[in-house]
């Protein structure tokens, strides 16, 4: 097969490729189904539209289209038994399983009876198959509409591929005895390529100079602008209906026009993507000014610091930018001693406390690196401090520092002396979004709590502050308390490289430092999410991608370079929708997320607002914030996710290649998430796969260094340091768009739970170790539990059980991959049940075609001799087919095993949550209670061992996974299916 390029007037000059295949054929048949007009033995023809082409429909597009009726119609469901008894709970006690429906309901308060549903506009179905309205419930009405959603794309797509072979872009097979299985993959192939031709460098610049003009704090006039910017810019990419007034698309979180346009069937208007914006009203709050000043014990100012950075000429928009100020942070004002306490983390202050190092009533001066920054001023409200002071030490540089000879910004890619890292002080790892409304979405008119009742509000005033301001500051320590060379580990880093600064002392301070934080009170303010929705055939499932928009500054690379990769993604989807009339088999839902840098406020609301649908609807949740700020690609992902970014990096090019051969990416290490970005209501709280992705800046490979929210995180830095030439932005649109085009098109969900189960384990192990480890030298050992004399026997059968549940977990895993290899036989067998040579009338690649180049991944490996021409049923009269036909019941079983895929992560989140943050709800992987950024393996087991050393703790969490591992287990069978020979077992 060879494929070649169309200009854009051949595309403009050819006909819609779906006229007849896929717009036509949907709305006839759900309209003849709604009206029940479907003669029984699936002999109508669909009725067709002259007007809507200018020659009559091909032969063969009759046969498929007939073929394709007949199929919708047929009463091939004999996989499950029609059983209406509910299994036990997945979740909590939300949650029943129906061993036929493949789907999972989230049941209101009322009960849920079969016996009380109604089939309504599906009679058709009753007529055919026999059902009673019994068994006419919502469950297994969505796996109707599943299977519907699957024959409908399939269709779709082979009728594409009718297109582009009538069309010349694909060639014909020649071969004396030739088949067309190869078509649809090279047809996939075609259209991701066209994908890929669409970002572009220069586009992605200009982007990208448009979105960091100005600044676009979360909440203010120019965020507000910034989102119906978006809301427009998405709409005109991807062809969606225009408005004279963007406003109009403005809509209140919670409102009718909000809910209809994520949830509501938009069948009528064509299922065209449309854009809109929704708003909450979240805390905010903003900085008035701040000071910061060193007195010797007289009362004399010895320093008063200038916290505003330098206005730098080659740098336009750094006159423009705001002062820095922590986002949450208490106002007010504090004098104390200084404490230098390093990153202060507890072990730090643990450290400090060891060595009689007083913190009580001292302002404490923390480096950046390591936890989070709220953490750091939750850990120094926790010592006793009265305030702290988090500035960004030169240590973090790596090399690439003034003292080696590098200039720095913008002469050199150094770091500038009075860069500040603004930054939330929110305790993220306790609790994200609104701090006013745990658990609920921010609505105009929402119940919120008093600021003093907000557990993740920090207790003391904070400033951010340079190194450059932070010198005098180390320097008035020198001979006070405790020379922290002392305290050097490999693990704990304590001596800095602030330039003229030899000795890090950790005081306190003879010398009194006084700091001011005069901040705006919180109040409600305004928030702007920008959405656009791509209807795919299959209306239940739905991958959504994402970025956030908001930014502390100008936002150069946070995150207007994400901002600007998901222009580039979005507008090569717009080129799939408009020049080809691509529509894809799941639903896509793209979102622009405010008040990010708060606290992941945006999509936090978001997350609590549909949690239900979500829970429902979202396979996938592909992240992106910084795209671009060095050379290092940071891929974060559930393990369920990793093969699919190492298949999508195999076909787009390395931009920090310098071969001329352009050789491909390479993911190589998928890490684990923790927090910091807006894949958290996603994952640690909601159990759906998510992943994140960017080039991030690395001391190590000698990077620029990056001027994390600061006014030199701007266009110009993009321009000379961040990503010149922009081709890492543009890379991480290709992969972002190809994870995205890909698992809303594959048959067989691109989700991989065999790794995830296989990490699983290595969590174990990992968990395992440091057990061992605490119960040595930890709390565990020291006797400090309550009941450590009682349980310290248990140890060796705690970790067996733990064992034993994770190989039952195996297992299923196992039987869950029997029974997909089982249906790709039975999908490959009943295509290879239909062969032809070329002497037949040719009429191009068909169903089965479809079907199986989303079988498998590597379609080459599949064995030449089956042929894998199901395409060519379209052609054979209807008597010659199986009755009734398979492939609804085989798609129906594909179905059945993608629900498992989709289920597994949310069987790990306990309704409970984690200890002291209940918002945290999986037991596989959350930020550290004290971390905040890194992940922790199985949370509530491994902080039970090391951070809290309760024997009873840990036998509770171990009890807690390893009934999380029986209901994943359970979840996996039901996608396997009934064991051959069992009650209500395959036929």
Not at 608 to 614: F, I, S, V
């Amino acid at each position: 097969m060879t494929i070649r390029s169309r200009s854009q007037q051949e595309l403009r000059d050819s006909p819609p490729p779906y006229t007849m295949a896929a717009d036509n054929y949907s709305a006839d048949v759900k309209q003849s189904l709604d009206n029940d007009r479907i003669d029984a033995k699936g002999s109508a023809l669909l009725p067709y539209s002259a007007s809507q082409r200018t020659t009559p429909p091909p032969r063969r597009y009759m046969g498929l289209r007939t073929l394709l009726l007949l199929l919708s119609l047929s009463a091939g469901f004999t996989y499950y038994t029609l059983s209406s008894t509910p299994d036990t709970s997945v979740y909590g006690e939300e949650v029943n399983f129906h061993s036929w429906s493949a789907s999972l309901s989230w049941k209101n308060k009322g009960h849920h009876s079969h016996s009380q549903s109604k089939s309504h506009s599906h009679s058709w179905w009753k007529s055919l198959t026999g059902a009673s309205s019994h068994h006419q419930c919502p469950h297994r009405a969505r796996v109707q509409r599943t299977v519907n959603g699957m024959l409908e794309a399939l269709h779709a797509k082979a009728a594409f591929a009718e297109h582009m072979v009538d069309a010349g872009d694909i060639d014909s097979p020649s071969s004396s005895n030739a088949t067309l299985h190869t078509t649809m993959p090279d047809v996939a192939k075609y259209l991701e390529e066209q994908f890929l031709s669409v970002p572009d460098p220069k586009s992605a610049r200009a982007a990208l100079k448009n979105y960091t003009s100005r600044l676009h704090v979360a909440g203010t006039d120019h965020d507000y602008q910034s989102a119906l910017q978006i809301q427009q810019e998405w709409a005109e990419l991807l062809g969606a209906p225009k408005v004279d007034d963007p406003t109009a698309l403005l809509f209140d979180a919670g409102s009718p026009e909000s809910i209809h346009y994520l949830t509501g069937d938009w069948t009528a208007s064509g299922n065209k993507a449309r854009v809109w914006t929704d708003t909450y009203y979240v805390w905010l709050n903003y900085p008035k000014n701040s000071s910061l000043s060193l007195s010797r014990p007289g009362g004399e100012v010895a320093f008063t610091a200038n916290l505003s950075e330098d206005v730098i000429k080659e740098d336009p928009t750094s006159s423009q930018g705001n002062q820095p100020f922590h986002g949450y942070s208490k106002p007010g004002s504090a004098s104390g001693p200084i404490v230098y306490a390093g990153l202060c983390t507890i072990d730090d202050f643990a450290a400090l406390k060891k060595k009689g190092v007083k913190v009580e009533g001292a302002i404490t001066l923390c480096r950046y690196g390591g936890p989070f920054r709220g953490l750091k001023v939750r850990a120094s409200a926790d010592a006793g401090a009265v305030g702290t002071l988090i500035y960004s030490d030169p240590l973090e540089d790596g090399n690439v520092t003034e003292a080696n000879g590098y200039k720095p910004y913008p002469h050199g890619p150094a770091r500038q002396p009075h860069s500040v890292q603004r930054g939330s002080v929110q305790a993220l790892s306790f609790y994200p979004g609104d701090p006013g409304t745990p658990g609920e979405p921010s609505y105009k008119n929402a119940t919120r709590l008093d600021p003093e009742e907000a557990d993740s509000l920090p207790k003391i005033p904070s400033l951010p502050i340079s190194y450059s301001n932070a010198k005098p500051l180390l320097e008035a320590l020198v001979g006070h308390g405790v020379n922290t060379a002392e305290l050097e580990s490999k693990d704990s880093l304590w001596v800095g490289k602030v330039p003229g600064v030899e000795e890090y002392w950790s005081g306190p301070s003879e010398m009194v430092a006084s700091m001011e934080n005069n901040m705006t009170s919180i109040e409600s303010k305004a928030i702007w999410n920008t959405y656009a929705f791509i209807p795919g055939l299959i209306s239940d499932e739905t991958v959504i991608t994402a970025v956030h928009r908001d930014a502390w500054t100008f936002g150069g690379a946070d995150p207007s370079s994400g901002t600007a990769a998901m222009h580039e993604l979005v507008a090569g989807l717009g080129h799939l929708t408009n020049e080809y009339h691509w529509r894809p088999m799941r639903n896509i839902l793209i979102a622009s997320w405010d008040a990010e840098e708060y606290g992941l406020v945006g999509s936090t609301e978001f997350g609590e607002d549909y949690a239900q649908w979500l829970r429902e609807h979202a396979v996938a949740y592909f992240n992106t914030d910084v795209a671009a700020a060095g050379s290092w690609l940071r891929m974060g992902a559930s393990p369920s996710l990793a093969q699919l970014y190492r298949d999508v990096a195999k076909s787009v090019e390395d931009p920090n290649s310098k071969d001329e051969a352009s050789p491909k990416l390479n993911i190589t290490k998928v890490g684990p998430l923790g927090s910091g970005s807006d894949y958290s209501v996603f994952l640690q709280h909601l159990g759906i796969p998510s992943s994140d992705i960017g080039f991030a800046y690395s001391a190590r490979d000698g990077d620029a260094v990056y001027h994390y929210h600061s006014n030199y995180d701007s266009f110009y830095y993009m321009d000379h340091f961040g990503d010149p030439g922009f081709k890492r932005i543009t890379t991480i649109a290709k992969v972002l768009g190809l994870a995205t085009w890909r698992m809303s098109q594959s048959l067989f969900l691109q989700l991989d739970v065999g790794e995830y189960v296989s990490v699983i384990g290595e969590y174990i192990d990992e968990v395992q170790a440091k057990f061992n480890k605490a119960k040595r030298d930890g709390p565990l050992g020291k006797g400090t539990s309550r009941s450590s004399g009682r349980w310290q026997g248990c140890h060796h059968a705690l970790f067996k059980d733990l064992k034993s549940s994770h190989a039952r977990l195996q297992a299923a895993t196992k039987e869950l991959y029997d029974e997909k290899a089982q249906v790709e036989k039975e999908l490959r067998d009943l295509a290879g049940d239909h062969t032809y040579s070329a002497s037949e009338p040719m009429s191009g690649p068909g169903l089965g075609d479809a079907v199986l180049s989303d079988v498998s991944s590597t379609p080459s490996d599949l064995p030449s001799e089956a042929h894998f021409s199901l395409s060519r049923l379209a052609e054979l009269s209807s008597s010659s087919l199986p009755q009734p036909s398979p492939l609804p019941a085989l798609l129906a079983r594909v179905a059945s095993i993608n629900r498992s895929l989709r289920l597994f992560e949310q069987t790990f989140i306990s309704p409970s949550g984690l200890k002291d943050r209940p918002w945290y709800k999986s037991l596989l992987v959350g930020p550290g209670r004290w971390r905040g950024y890194g992940a922790t393996p199985l949370p509530g087991l491994m902080e039970a061992i090391v951070l809290d050393g309760d024997w009873d703790e840990v036998i509770s969490e171990a009890k807690r996974l390893e009934e999380a591992m029986r209901r994943a287990g359970k979840v996996l069978k039901r996608g396997a299916g009934p064991k051959k020979g069992s009650k209500g077992g395959r036929k």
